[in-house]
């Protein structure tokens, strides 16, 4: 990406990077707090959900919280409730994780040449936070900020961006599974249905083109097909035959 | 026991997907069929879970009728998500259909 006559400009910023200086770092880290917060706000509700069915889906208090530290990944962890109420197994449901965050792949792609520049460690810190809203966060800081700002401040604006979201979903988290044990009839209020409507509403703005259709067409027929399969297995195997489906289509329909 | 090994699973694989593009620091990139398959990843996921969710709610065959609220509901949502684009919205409204039809049924 950087031209030989930018080299050495960008040597020299690597430089005044270790010389930044701390209220620089907290200006930063508030500046990527706020700019997530819209984002934080929304996933409150989801939070919370997830700790309420955390226990009545066979996931312990313990569990939860644990599942919020240590995987912090929105959607995955409620495909997870799912599946252990309907009794799957851990082997099934790790699989069925990794298939849901492959996309996050992408997002890591998407920003490689941005964070290449800095430590092991710092990168490894930004792909733990890495979710929807951390990427979307960033990556939009990115397309509006020059190569200056990128090399010397970038670790920290993400680290108050990513530090917000994963702080609020882990007390989300607490706070739901509280409200839970608190108001035990929560659990006959439907919230289950929360789950479905959460998808319904993220799939359908990818509902904008023909192969995409016919993706999702294939999954919810063979869904309903392999239903009987057993451990759930029927989620993968839809899954899989939907997105082979989508990008045939794809493809064919851009050789044309 | 599980419980713990399930989560450090689902833990490993998560980082571990995040991390693999960071760590190799561009050396290492998809090609284009790949980045674009990996975009149907999420609906066709979602969609293979909710369609069993809504249409067999009970666990014993689809249940295509008019007293099934979890169908009724997402219906619901579905109109409200075309029309408002708005996440929240379509789970809130979602979620006040799926009650009232639970309460009317």
Redo the contacts between chains.
């Keep these: 990406m950087m031209s030989e006559a930018q080299a050495p400009d960008n040597c020299s910023m690597i430089d005044q990077n270790q010389n930044i200086s701390g209220s620089e770092i907290l200006q930063e880290i508030l500046a990527g707090s706020r700019a997530t917060l819209p984002m934080v706000v929304g996933a409150i509700p989801f939070g919370i959900i997830f700790g309420t069915l955390a226990e009545q889906s066979g996931l312990s208090p313990i569990g939860a919280i644990a599942m919020s530290i240590f995987v912090f990944a929105g959607s995955s962890q409620f495909i997870a409730l799912g599946l252990l109420a309907a009794g799957t197994g851990p082997l099934i449901i790790i699989a069925t994780t990794f298939i849901v965050n492959l996309r996050h792949l992408l997002y890591s792609a998407a920003i490689v040449d941005d964070v290449k520049h800095l430590s092991g460690p710092w990168r490894a810190i930004i792909a733990f936070g890495l979710t929807d809203e951390a990427f979307a966060t960033i990556a939009d800081k990115i397309r509006r900020s020059d190569d200056a700002w990128r090399l010397r401040s970038v670790q920290w604006f993400y680290l108050g961006s990513f530090g917000t979201m994963y702080g609020n979903w882990i007390l989300c988290t607490i706070i739901g599974i509280t409200l839970g044990e608190l108001v035990p009839e929560m659990s006959s209020w439907g919230l289950d249905f929360a789950m479905s409507a959460t998808f319904i509403g993220m799939v359908l703005p990818y509902l904008n083109t023909r192969p995409m259709m016919a993706c999702v067409l294939v999954a919810g027929a063979m869904s309903l097909g392999t239903a009987d399969m057993p451990h759930k297995l029927g989620l993968m195997v839809s899954a899989l035959s939907a997105v082979a489906v989508g990008l045939s289509y794809h493809l064919m329909s851009r050789r044309k | 026991m ?10 490993v ?3 571990g ?10 050396h290492f ?2 090609p284009n ?1 790949a ?22 709610p009970n ?1 014993n065959g ?1 249940e295509l009728h008019l007293q099934n ?2 169908l009724l ?2 219906c619901v ?2 109109v409200v ?2 029309i408002r ?4 919205t ?2 809130v409204v ?2 006040i259909a ?2 009232l039809f ?1 309460w009317l049924l």
């Design positions: 599980t419980e713990a090994l399930m989560i450090a699973g689902m833990a694989v998560t980082f997907i995040r991390y693999i593009v960071l760590a190799s620091a561009g990139s998809f069929w980045k674009s398959g990996l975009n149907f990843v999420p609906p066709a996921v979602l969609t293979a879970i909710i369609i069993p969710a809504v249409l067999i666990g689809i609220a979890s509901a997402a949502a579905v998500g075309l684009k708005d996440l929240l379509t789970i979602g979620m799926f009650g639970k």
